[in-house]
């Protein structure tokens, strides 16, 4: 997938280790066609024609991947090949001796590197949904030469120079809007890459990045193994308390894995959480527990304690090069928080009501555990399990129950549902075969105007975990939505590892998950809506980009989704007013613990990049002192410890802006009550209106401070988060 410029290679490597008013006619591409076009009649294509990760997407729809014809065996040819026609484009653009401009330097730059985009269309798919020994081996082999290859354009002070003479040239002020942002973000990527260093600087900048590439990829990897092999068997003797629908899922789990008989607990969230909320047997608790909170902490050769040491050294190392004091500071410059002080400042705004809550949570806790004789003190594997106790006691709630009526088929229709009513899009399957898709569990569908039939994508689900998939949900795309050179349609894609119910039965999702489903559709409706011209455009400033698809969480518990998708699974009733109204009243039950756990991995993450790597001595220790230092309970974990911190080891697209999920909920609760406090609510005609033009289409055309003032009339309000999470409010002045 295309990203901007600089920050495309960036982007790639992450991928491979682990619309604004116009002011004037469109420039003609035609010498950015024919710059590119010469540099790649230089080399030999006939590899083209025998290897499919290299070629243009063919078929149905505009053309899609064929995922089915993906083969191992390609990528090392196709990577290798795609980075010598990109890096022969770069150097035509580069070495072009006429007057750089928008057109023969930024346009050739958006039309350059189609082979290497085709061929990470497929990678990130052995990457993240298919996953195995063989494919790890291939990516160790290739990330040296891809850091190198980002060096080398990043480094190229020819096409430097250019991007300079348009920045600072006398065309830049006649540039639509869109075009600007593109020139401004190229320009200080280069320098945020160390374009201005010297050769000394840039040759030792240039050997970090290899590194890091190195340890990002074994990061992943060892998290990936630790995830896949320790694995959790139990007896039916040892289920009490487990839910049936648990319990089928967790005896196929064990029948794959040769255990016919047995129960299995994968180490991944979604068999982990269930386990430690319903489980009566303590012991097993605490073993699941150690298991998923161990990853990559095991003392063994999948170890990532050393990774985390030797990348925060190179890291330090590389922004100082670059002149900064620290790994944050140099991270957050084009970020909306700005600096890492301001990130700090939000966390220390929330950080104590979030203590507060957890306190009194444990108080009760504790108080259930003493009356029941259980004779403990409430530990981290008990806290989920009593917090289910809790729940029932104070709000009658319980969430097995809740969850007969979250199907994921009918969540899935809901959400269909909303994208119709917001975005006028209409979801309609693909019939199977007639797309190819990589793994059978995988589903297709249309995605159309709903008013003039018009095709806007297609979009791809694949919900259920399974073995070499990696834990949690994300979304992605195939092909962005441009107009650069003539319109083109979406290919958007959702992962989940959701428990696949036995053949059969119905596969049912927490209410929590099912947030986590709208949520990441959310990512998708981002995708889909965009209108933009250029490629660039969708990258995403990164404590911005989960504000969308937190915002859609809040129509699931919508009137209008509730009527008509939340029935039980067995007899197809509606789900009654009086479990919804436990379910509302209890909407910030446990927040303590939800923002308690999140809050302490974004803090670790300032920490580590804001701490000189010198100072940290030893990995757990640090992160003992620092938990130790900001008061974290003993009774909860970091959502996210350090030695399976995929967000911020596994590439540094998260790395210091972790912070940035709870900085994108606080427009997201402002948005919220804009929705709210309208005439039609989260359905209202208007606000909806502004939605999609403002927060949804520009993507990355517009500031997005600016895009957030155009559609709320001012900036967000931290009280807005607090009343979400129903935490003490100051009074506004």
Not at 158 to 184: C, H, M, N, S
Not at 369 to 390: F, L, N, Q, S, T
Not at 531 to 555: A, C, I, M, N
Request: contains cysteine; charged residues 25%; glycine residues 6%.
């Amino acid at each position: 997938m295309k990203k901007p410029l600089l920050t495309a290679l960036s982007a790639a490597i992450v991928i491979a280790l682990s619309g604004c008013s116009e002011t004037k006619a469109p420039t003609t591409a035609a010498a950015a066609t024919d710059v590119v076009a010469a540099a790649k009649s230089t080399i030999d294509d006939s590899i083209v024609k025998e290897n499919i990760l290299l070629q243009d997407f063919t078929g149905p729809y505009e053309g899609v991947p064929a995922f089915d014809k993906m083969s191992l065996d390609l990528i090392v040819p196709a990577v290798e090949y795609g980075m010598q026609v990109q890096l022969a484009e770069m150097d035509a653009i580069a070495n072009n001796p006429a007057p750089a401009t928008f057109a023969n330097t930024f346009a050739a730059m958006e039309r350059a590197g189609k082979e290497l985009d085709n061929v990470f269309s497929y990678w990130g798919i052995w990457a993240s949904n298919m996953s195995s020994p063989e494919f790890r081996a291939i990516q160790r082999e290739l990330s040296p030469k891809l850091s190198d290859f980002s060096s080398k354009i990043s480094q190229n002070e020819d096409l430097f120079a250019r991007v300079k003479a348009v920045y600072e040239g006398e065309e830049y002020p006649t540039l639509t809007l869109e075009e600007q942002r593109i020139v401004k973000s190229s320009y200080e990527g280069f320098i945020r890459s160390g374009i201005l260093l010297d050769e000394a600087g840039k040759k030792r900048t240039a050997e970090i990045n290899k590194r890091l590439a190195e340890l990002s990829t074994k990061f992943s990897a060892n998290v990936l193994n630790d995830e896949e092999n320790y694995v959790t068997f139990f007896t039916k003797e040892q289920a009490a308390g487990l839910p049936e629908s648990y319990l089928n899922a967790a005896a196929a789990a064990a029948t794959e894995r040769g255990k016919e008989g047995m129960f299995a607990v994968t180490n991944t969230r979604s068999s982990m959480d269930p386990f430690l909320t319903y489980s009566d047997n303590r012991e097993l608790r605490e073993t699941v527990w150690t298991n998923y909170y161990s990853r990559g902490n095991n003392g063994d050769e999948f170890d990532n304690n050393a990774i985390i040491k030797e990348t925060l050294e190179l890291r330090h190392e590389r922004v100082q090069l670059l002149g900064f004091d620290n790994y944050a500071t140099w991270r957050l410059q084009d970020r909306m928080a700005k600096n890492p002080q301001n990130a700090m400042d939000l966390m220390d705004k929330v950080w104590p009501a979030a203590l507060a809550r957890v306190e009194q949570e444990v108080a009760d806790m504790q108080a259930i555990a003493d009356a029941e004789g259980a004779d403990i003190e409430i530990a981290p594997w008990d806290y989920r399990y009593y917090a289910e106790k809790v729940r029932k006691d104070k709000y009658a709630l319980d969430s097995d129950e809740v969850k007969q009526y979250f199907q994921i088929d009918k969540l899935r229709d809901a959400m269909f549902y909303v994208a119709e009513r917001l975005f006028n899009f209409k979801f309609t399957p693909v019939k199977a075969g007639s797309v190819p898709v990589w793994h059978e569990d995988v589903n297709v569908w249309e995605v159309t105007d709903a008013t003039t039939g018009e095709n806007v994508g297609l979009w791809y689900l694949d919900a259920f975990a399974r073995q070499g998939k990696r834990s949690g949900a994300w979304a992605t795309y195939y092909r962005s939505y441009t107009t650069f050179e003539g319109e083109t349609n979406v290919l958007s894609a959702n992962n989940s590892n959701f428990v696949k119910a036995p053949d059969g039965q119905t596969t049912l999702i927490s209410f929590d998950d099912a947030e986590t489903y709208f949520h990441e559709f959310g990512h998708a409706l981002h995708f889909l809506a965009a209108d933009v011209k250029y490629p660039s455009s969708h990258s995403g400033v990164r404590d911005y980009t989960e504000f969308q698809s937190q915002l859609l969480e809040r129509w699931l518990l919508t009137d209008e989704v509730i009527d008509q998708f939340l029935v039980h699974h067995e007899t197809g009733e509606r789900i009654p007013d009086e479990l919804v109204q436990k379910i509302k009243n209890a909407s910030t039950f446990n927040e303590g613990f939800k923002t308690t756990e999140y809050m302490a991995s974004a803090i670790m993450d300032l920490k580590y990049h804001t701490t000189d790597p010198a100072q940290i001595k030893d990995i757990q220790t640090f992160e003992r002192e620092t938990l130790a230092a900001i008061g974290m309970p003993s009774q909860i974990p970091m959502r996210h410890r350090s030695t399976h911190f995929q967000h911020i080891f596994s590439g540094e697209g998260y790395a210091a802006a972790y912070y940035g999920y709870m900085w994108a909920e606080v427009l997201t609760s402002d948005a919220a009550e804009a929705f709210a406090n309208a005439p039609g609510g989260f359905y209202d005609k208007e606000v909806g209106e502004r939605l999609v033009k403002y927060l949804f289409a520009v993507r990355n055309a517009m500031d997005p401070a600016d895009a957030y003032r155009a559609f709320r009339g001012r900036d967000a309000k931290v009280e807005a988060l607090m009343r979400d999470r129903g935490f003490p409010v100051k009074a506004e002045n």
